[in-house]
């Protein structure tokens, strides 16, 4: 890539991310989202030469979505048709594209929604959630965290998001910065709350952000990875099998609500213990209640009718 094209890249993305940040109110972290994709499709389209945006087709982009979906399967990410579209709107808008590009994104097929939630039971949840903690080091931070998602299945970057004024201590609840910029208020279990006060004993640190890092200079996490690692180790220390090959901490938040399901809860309980802002996103714990399933199953046809 020559300077030309260097710069030309650096301009785009400069204006772009500013029309994001001043113009939708996006967070610094989907921006970033937004970009790489762009940028992953400028790669593909044009690879090293000069950027000829009016060039661009409907074509381009649907064989681009292809190959991006191709690379392994399933492929779980629905977010890169919604990045490309703020993208070509944004092309369009400014008369960088003679058509709004948009308008030509196809979906992403996700057949990976047939397949039940993948969770631990409550004892495996139990067994990895002692080793956390055993770690001598950051072993108290490191349960606080994964408490967190166990016990009131937040998200991984909520957690590292919490600032020491979102707990509200005399009424026992929890300010959670969620998706989409929306703030919920969620009760504190006495268990998450001890635990919370365990390792702010020992805290020592000026940062407002709850969750900082062990080494100096004691700093908030840049990113919710840290919550892979500890229960990556946490895992193989505990012998448990993680039910997916990629050890993420998403899979606390389906063991509880497969766990509150099980138990009798409906999918209106687990969609607000989860603070789902769409039912669709609660439906696919519906293949859990196989009871409630069963009844509303039509009767298996046989020779000479149904029986």
Not at 8 to 17: K, M, P, T
Not at 18 to 27: A, E, N, P, V
Not at 66 to 92: C, E
Not at 120 to 144: F, H, W
Request: glycine letters at 6%.
């Amino acid at each position: 890539m020559n300077d030309q094209t260097a710069s030309q890249r650096a301009s785009l993305r400069h204006d772009y991310e500013d029309h994001l940040r001043r113009q939708r109110g996006l967070s610094e972290r989907t921006i970033g989202h937004c970009w790489r994709f762009a940028d992953r499709f400028l790669d593909f389209r044009f690879g090293r030469d000069d950027i000829d945006l009016a060039a661009i087709s409907p074509t381009d982009i649907v064989a681009f979505l292809q190959k991006l979906t191709a690379s392994k399967a399933p492929y779980r990410d629905k977010t890169p048709p919604t990045h490309l579209r703020n993208f070509f709107r944004y092309l369009f808008r400014c008369g960088l594209t003679k058509a709004n590009l948009a308008l030509s994104i196809p979906s992403i097929a996700h057949r990976y929604n047939a397949r039940l939630p993948r969770h631990l039971s409550p004892e495996q949840v139990e067994a990895v959630l002692t080793e956390v903690r055993a770690d001598k080091r950051s072993g108290a931070r490191n349960y606080a965290m994964a408490l967190l998602l166990a016990r009131l299945g937040l998200r991984a970057h909520e957690v590292i998001a919490i600032r020491l004024e979102d707990i509200d201590w005399r009424a026992g609840e929890l300010m959670v910065r969620g998706k989409g910029k929306s703030h919920d208020r969620v009760p504190i279990p006495p268990d998450v709350g001890e635990a919370i006060t365990s390792y702010l004993r020992d805290r020592v640190s000026d940062a407002r952000h709850l969750f900082v890092t062990e080494r100096a200079p004691r700093r908030p996490f840049k990113d919710s990875q840290v919550l892979n690692v500890v229960l990556r180790e946490a895992f193989a220390r505990a012998g448990v099998k993680p039910p997916a090959p990629y050890v993420g901490s998403h899979v606390l938040r389906h063991s509880l609500a497969t766990q509150l399901v099980r138990k009798g809860a409906s999918l209106e309980e687990v969609g607000n213990m989860l603070r789902h802002r769409s039912r669709a996103s609660t439906l696919i714990y519906a293949r859990l209640d196989v009871e409630s399933l069963r009844s509303i199953a039509q009767p298996w046809p046989v020779a000479g009718g149904a029986q």
